[in-house]
């Protein structure tokens, strides 16, 4: 999968299509995207809503099929894996970052981070540990008891981070992640994004971070930004960098 420069990139998309539903119900959310998203960088998709950026990560992330064109990821064709290959390969590759968090109301916030781990076999007592590091990275490691009711919202998408990294993912998908939260928050979940773009995994690999916003102020935390509208790439409209 090298391309012209030489370099590895981490996913490649051709040609994707998607579309849902059929007939009058039928909708073209993705209408010919090519991307390339390469080792070392951060990069934001932006678009209004509705212009395909979920649909994108999530066939990016294998979590649904493109109806046309080439996806690669990691060196796999998601398509010609199966359901359980490929729920392997994810565990192992990506880590997600959502904008509701999605932590487990009961569990503690050291659990809460151990769950990549504990759904991968890793011994318990080795969970935690990891668990306790990858929240101390976040600068949460005086609050690994604590339920996320306890916790700020911006020490809750915090936690969500922490748990994203846990597994040495080579890939951060992030999802609106500073929707809900305010500036001051939202820029200390991006400074966070930004340091794990800058990481290598256990084998010594450049990760990458691919962060789906619509939220102007974090623009400036991206390497590259790429602009989405009705399915498609576009060049950046006018006065968008002065957002
Ligand atoms: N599962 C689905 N079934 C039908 N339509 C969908 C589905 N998921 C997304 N869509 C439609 O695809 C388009 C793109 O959606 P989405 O990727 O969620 O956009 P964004 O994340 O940019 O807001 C929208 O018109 C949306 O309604
Ligand atoms: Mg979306």
Redesign the pocket.
Known sequence: MNDTTGHDALVRLRGVHKT??EGRAE?R?LRGVDLDVNPGEMLMLM??????????I?IISGVLSQSQGNVEAFGYQWEKLSEDAKAIARAQNIGYVFQQFHLVPQLPAIENVAVPLLIRGVPREQALRRAAASLTDVGLGDRLDDPPRQLSGGMQQRVSVARALVGQPRLLVC?EPTANLDADNGHAVMELLRKASRRTDDQGRACAVIV?THDARVESFADRIEY?ED?RFVDAPVGAHQA
Request: hydrophobic share 30%; aromatic share 6%.
């Open positions: 849902f539903g909708v959310a678009g209004p809503s509705g212009c395909g950026k979920t649909t994108l999530s999802d789906v989405m399915g």
